[in-house]
């Protein structure tokens, strides 16, 4: 899948384009004249790339998994220079950075790994990208790989889940490439005018794998794996790797200067934040962020269209523990060296000024290394008009009042030094972050901010949510309180220790032996990277049977209700929830019913001295039938027993709370219900064990009747489609704080329409029929939710989203339409052999086979199957 094949036709070159003039011979010069904009820089990419029609070749795909929808390339960058593109894996157009899903809000340019060191008396640089996108110097190297993709998954409901891959799954979409800095063909590499020269390579494989999840402390971030082999010949000394971001901020259907697009970006770095157990923890953050300067409120309020959130990087894993990091950020002045500026210090005996030909824009490896190695960290954007040239700094630039109010910006996060020895493998691992509604208040910009004071603005941002998905981040990374390899240690924890009032006092770092380890806030891993994270039950294998004005949906639970919890080491299922929505946003779907398991949390007084009294909740929930084991009381009603009504027991106090609902029935007509309900027994584990008596093959596999289900929605509108799903969910994980987690009804969705089935179509002969008819352009039937509801068609015009529905359609058919003249206007190709989901349903977008729209009057129809023909005929009015 090229880069370019797709786009969504918004590219408009405004201020001039890149000349390229390229001999194509390897050994040629191909220079590139500076670019006058961002939309001539990416255009010239966009030429070369187009030029370069031979492998190694760029590959695209996407994470759709979290919150976070985000493309990575096979080239060393991540993002689409503010394009769109086909996943050649899912069919679907997937922009460059989308947070949080269904939003239609861009939060990403380009991205891109850069590398540098000193081999021998040379200083070079390896990037997939830099500020005027003239260079990409990452590979994949065919025909390894073929310079695709490996995917996986462990979610078992995944179409790439494969347990028998090579790829050991790790996260609910590991996506792995490889791909190299040994390419010298200029017609790929380009060139950096600066260095005077072609690409000149450090000899490094780099093997990634990026990671995502759909839980809920855990769909805010993407992982992203790293191992960096020297595969030279020549010792890499002193090397520094950083992330590039390139954090543009839109909406689809705007980009651009002037149109809330690049120009009103602003980037920052946050260290670190209050802990959310307050007692006065303070988390370490260090998270690179970049967000729109005020949100884009509209009339003093919020809409769909404000960009309230943050994203960056967060480095979770270096070479060693003892890293010099730095941040960096500029703003890229293309032909305007006036406008070209980057926060810098000016300079010391120990540490002189250097002279990069501008005050911000890298250019050329030795500059590019300068900035990976610097070690600085630099103001936020906000700040740029405050003078603080007695911290060091270089007085505030001509335009600092307009840069502090939102630019162009790019940054970098940076780490080393080491060396890699040839043959060296070393890792490296990274968060892409995000962290929803840092702009609270729609006035807060045009009240509170002034760029020669900003702090009164910059604390009207709320960053809890970026903090507090970074720490998880970092969490999954490397669990905090799990001793991963088996040496005695779990890691770093905190004790909020008290005093004599019971007020929380000093805090101590240090965990003693014989330190009561409920106490412990685990803050830090012990150094072993296990990128799992608690999840929910996998999702049940469902599917839907549509009939008029219903829609039954079947479900087969073995696997939910089975499958251990990878830190319990036992199944931690607790129940199912039906859902259905107009479309396949998360807010759209709405719980239909729900069912789970009768059991009670059990909570304990604490009174430990060297603890915080107060009342723990330390085990998972309880059936009745074991409480009153446990407590020898066999007419124990947990409810009875409140917070303020304890239970007594052995002199300790208890009391209970229902886990979830407790809505426990299967039998109500108008409910969950168990399909095989005269199967009242588990079968065995083995599946061996199990009889032709006790499985269904319904759902491709052998699988017990015991935990098949069902579930019915009535009075449906037969005339639109519903998204349907069946979630799991878990009863929590009370020992490290987690609620209850459940499958996100967007992971399983199935779509169909509450009609009748194409084997009662092809059973009863049942005629085709169209809708609506007459099709009334003045009726305005996306307004009204019957057309465009789908997320790729939300940045469609109203006439791209038109449709007419063909329904009672034979399984397999092909449908024609024709004007009165006999003219083909358009051919459909039918094609479930299967049956299934849409099978007697199909639509046409009123567009012509010649890509037109279709003009009002009188036209026919054809369906042609196996059955034989039909005709008929609907009426197009404007």
Known sequence: ???DSVSLGRLRVILGVAIIICFMASEVLCRTVRPASKEAAFTAYRNRMSAAQANPTKYITAHTRGKIHLAVANNGTFGTFGDAFLDPFTGKIIPSCVYPRGSDLVYLWVGAFWIGAIVGRDTLVSCGSEDYYATSEFWPEAPNLGGKF????????SKFHNPNSWLKPLSEQDIYTEYYDTTTNRSLTGQDDTDGRGHKPLGIKVSQRSMAWSYDYADDFIL???????????????VYMGIWVDGDIWPLIRRGPGQGGWDDDCVGFLATYPAPEGCGFIDTINVAYHLDNDGDPVGGAWNHLSPRSAVGVKIVRTPSDSMQFSFNWWIVGYENVDLDFGPRKSGSPSDPFRKMGRLGTPEGDKNKYYILS?????????????DQSSKGWLPPPAFADDFANGYDSRYLLSFGPFDIEPGQKLPISFAWVGGEDVHVNPNAFEDLFDPNNPTPFYRSLDFSSLALNSRWASWVYDNPGVDTDGDGFFGHGRVCSVDSSGKPGDINDTIDPGTDWSNINWYKGDGVPDFKGAGPPPAPLIKVYSGLGKITVRWNGYYSETTNDVFLGIPDFEGYRVYAGLDERDESFTI?????????NRFRWNDDPDGIPGWVHEETPFTIDSLRSIFNDPILLPLDWSRNNPYVHNDELYFFDKQDFNDASLTSPNGIRKVYPEITERPPKDPLLWTADEITYEHGEALPKYYEYEYVLNDLLPTIPYFVAVTSFDFGSPVVG?????VPPVNNHIVDYPQVTADSVDALNLPVYTYPNPYRIDQHYRASGYEGRQLNQRDRPDD?????????LPRVCKISIFTLDGDLVRELDHNFPEGGPMAGHDSWDLITRNTQLTVSGLYFW????????????????E
């Open 1 to 3: 899948m090229f880069l």
């Open 150 to 157: 490996t995917l996986n998954s462990i979610d078992i409901n």
């Open 224 to 238: 992203f794996d790293y191992e960096i082999e020297n595969i030279g010949k020549e010792r890499l000394k002193k």
């Open 374 to 386: 610097h070690n600085e960290f630099d103001y936020d954007t906000y700040y740029t008009s405050v």
């Open 592 to 600: 239909y019913s729900s069912y789970d398991i009768e059991n009670y």
């Open 738 to 742: 987690l609620p209850a987690l459940e």
């Open 800 to 808: 791209r989203v038109r449709q007419i529905n063909f329904a009672n």
């Open 862 to 877: 054809v369906v042609e199957s196996e059955n034989g023909t039909q005709i008929g005929k609907f009426a197009i009015i």
